[in-house]
């Protein structure tokens, strides 16, 4: 074996995240060499280890997620360290090694991670001025590390030891060392600090420094900020309690709207920049707030017609604006929310694979046409009609089906929005015997089923499949409520699921439902919409 051959295999345990393999090898390694030193002339034949093979294993360890990695990574440098001493000069760590297994304690987390990151950055900066070593000199790699085991720290001086990691950095940058002149990295990682240690005011401080970057950036092209800067920013605002928090955010958005048409690619917004906004807006209780919570939402939308693919809508982009209209006290919230869902199926079934709706989504209508019972009589009717027509939607449509929060859901749009009749019972056993027949019986329906029906016919109705109920206690089959997901298990959360009684058939309608699916059909005041009457599942 040679040096090179050696090589390969530690290079090849440490891409394929085995550590500990990687350093039984080197150990060999140097065993073998000990056997050899007096047989050959030739290193490669002498299979002495080098600094890049030593670094090779600390990087190893340095990027593994094992529990302890910093600290062998830690005790590796410090064996190279002492062979140095001992006149080993080829295996005398360098600015990367050291830089390696700082990065392996940032990514640890904790103040004694936090503390060793700063301790070895202290160590190659009294290697340098002692001359010890040419090949030890602390860059802006190392230094940023450091902040980054600070931010990570979540101790109450981390901020502190942040700003003053990156007031030395700029320091020793004017003073002539542009290896340390912070980039964009290390700002960003600096405002991340701010955030994720939720210092007071963090999304000012945040801002703060996002302005300084500008003005370095003035005359250092690394330190302009990029979108990562301002999404860092308006997310700390989207955050904050600050009652004006909302408009900062839009702001934070505007001026990265307009430096990308201005041709700044740096700042190119993207779907976390227009989320966070849009959470900014509908955490705001300003009266406007869901207005524009859903402007922004058609920002989205024009941006990436535009061009900008990284700001198409996803999920999370028209679910944040649904459940803000359906958990408000707007008038016509049902319909505003079934209109976010019809605008979001189309464009999904336009080509934006990222808006595939989920069970949440139509229960979030659902949702809030069940709690529009304090509206007009007129509006009650109409979010009756929108909870049925939404719930048949999710029955026949091809992205997902009804879970237990969805029977449960609309019966209780049911119960608010229906005045209590003959056809209401009848509706309501009707959708019973399908929530059983479907196995998705949850505790939701069971308590509105309780509000549904008179308690005779109720215990009539769980007779005839086998169920009771006494003293407020239900006793059910198990196949009633076989496909209710249970939190505590991530098989059931995983188990896909079809109601009994759909089709098999793939052929959907322009709102991607599937054809051939019985519906609920209603009638409100002698017209097909709204009181419980019709066609069974």
Not at 207 to 214: G, I, V, Y
Not at 455 to 473: F, H, M
Request: glycine share 6%; hydrophobic share 35%; aromatic share 6%.
């Amino acid at each position: 074996p040679s040096v090179r051959s050696f090589s390969s295999v530690i290079l090849a345990y440490a891409n394929a995240g085995q550590p500990k393999k990687a350093e039984e090898v080197l150990k060999t390694m140097i065993q073998y060499s000990r056997t050899q030193s007096h047989r050959s002339d030739d290193d490669e034949l002498k299979c002495k280890p080098n600094t890049i093979i030593f670094t090779t294993v600390i990087n190893a360890w340095s990027k593994s997620e094992k529990r302890g990695a910093a600290e062998r990574a830690s005790k590796i440098l410090a064996w190279m360290e002492q062979m140095s001493e001992a006149g080993f000069d080829n295996v005398a760590p360098n600015s990367v090694t050291y830089a390696t297994v700082i990065h392996a304690w940032a990514t640890t987390g904790g103040e004694k991670a936090a503390m060793r990151a700063e301790g070895l950055l202290e160590r190659m900066e009294e290697l340098r001025s002692q001359g010890v070593s040419n090949d030890v000199k602390p860059d802006r790699v190392a230094f940023t590390s450091v902040i980054c085991a600070w931010a990570r720290s979540k101790v109450p001086h981390a901020i502190d030891r942040c700003e003053y990691i990156l007031d030395r950095m700029i320091e020793l940058a004017k003073e002539g060392n542009d290896d340390v002149r912070p980039n964009q990295k290390t700002f960003n990682s600096v405002m991340s600090a701010y955030v994720k240690n939720n210092v007071p005011n963090c999304a000012a401080s945040a801002e703060r420094l996002l302005n300084r970057m500008e003005m370095i950036g003035a005359t250092d092209d690394e330190a302009k900020p990029d979108t990562v800067s301002f999404n860092i920013c308006i997310n700390a605002w989207s955050r904050s309690d600050d009652e004006a928090a909302a408009q900062y955010a839009q702001s934070l958005l505007d001026r990265m709207e307009t430096r990308y048409d201005e041709g700044d690619l740096r700042v190119k917004p993207n779907d976390r920049s227009y989320n966070s906004v849009i959470s900014a807006w509908v955490r705001s209780n300003r009266q406007s707030s869901l207005e524009n919570a859903g402007a922004v939402l058609s920002r989205m939308i024009e941006a990436s017609k535009k061009g900008n693919k990284d700001a198409l809508p996803n999920v999370i982009s028209f679910s944040s604006v649904m459940d803000a209209w359906a958990k408000s006290k707007e008038p016509g919230k049902a319909k505003k929310a079934q209109e976010i869902l019809h605008k979001m199926i189309a464009q999904c079934k336009g080509g934006n694979k990222n808006l595939k709706p989920n069970t949440i989504s139509y229960n979030t209508v659902i949702n809030a046409c069940a709690f529009s019972r304090d509206s007009s009589e007129e509006e009650r009717e109409e979010a009756l009609l929108i909870a049925v027509a939404t719930f048949n939607e999710l029955r026949t449509s091809e992205f997902c089906q009804p879970d237990a929060i969805s029977y449960g859901m609309v019966l209780k749009a049911f119960n608010n929005l229906a005045n209590k009749s003959e056809k209401r019972n009848e509706m309501s056993q009707r959708l019973f015997r399908q929530c059983c027949k479907d196995g998705l019986v949850g505790d939701l329906f069971l308590n509105e089923i309780k509000r549904s029906l008179p308690g005779d016919t109720l215990r009539l109705l769980l007779k005839e499949g086998g169920a009771s109920w006494d003293k407020g206690n239900f006793k059910l089959p198990k196949s009633w409520t076989r496909n209710v997901r249970d939190k505590r298990s991530k098989e059931a959360k995983r188990k896909k699921r079809k109601p009994e009684n759909l089709s098999d058939s793939t052929e959907t309608d322009q709102m991607g439902a599937r054809k051939n699916v019985p519906q609920i059909s209603i009638v409100v005041g002698g017209t097909k919409g709204g009181d419980l009457l019709g066609t069974s599942f």
